[in-house]
């Protein structure tokens, strides 16, 4: 998990449009993973099952620490990114419709050029 979170951050410094699905589609299966051996060291500490060491209890401990470090950076990468686009977005709307209040230039062309008045 450690990998997919720093190639994922360095994906928002390095790349302009990251691919988001294929990015949390990873870390999905990181975190389904993580979630097992979570469930087991669980069972270690309830005493349903035998620890490895004790070192490895605080080596993993340690780790899921790191983890969380660096799901909260990407997940303000991810926040940043977001807003980034709504932003763009907005621009682009107010854009549109600064063009459309100025008409198209086609509008009149079509337009009978005499007007018809009957009584």
């Known amino acids: 998990m450690d990998h997919i979170h720093e190639q994922h951050i360095n994906a928002f410094d390095h790349e302009l449009l990251p691919d988001l699905e294929a990015q949390s589609h990873e870390r999905a299966l990181a975190v389904e993973r993580l ?5 087991s060291f669980i069972k270690i500490v309830q005493g349903q099952q035998t620890p490895e060491t ?11 620490s790191a983890l969380l470090q660096q799901n909260r950076i990407l ?11 709504e932003r763009s977005m907005k621009t682009i709307s ?23 008045y009957t009584e």
């Open 35 to 39: 979630e097992n051996k979570i469930t």
């Open 54 to 64: 004790d070192e490895g209890m605080i080596s993993f401990i340690d780790r899921i």
């Open 75 to 85: 997940e303000s990468k991810v926040r940043c990114h977001k807003e980034g686009i």
């Open 94 to 116: 107010v854009g549109k419709k600064v063009l459309h209040s100025y008409g198209s230039p086609s509008f009149g062309l079509n337009r009978p050029k005499i007007i018809s």
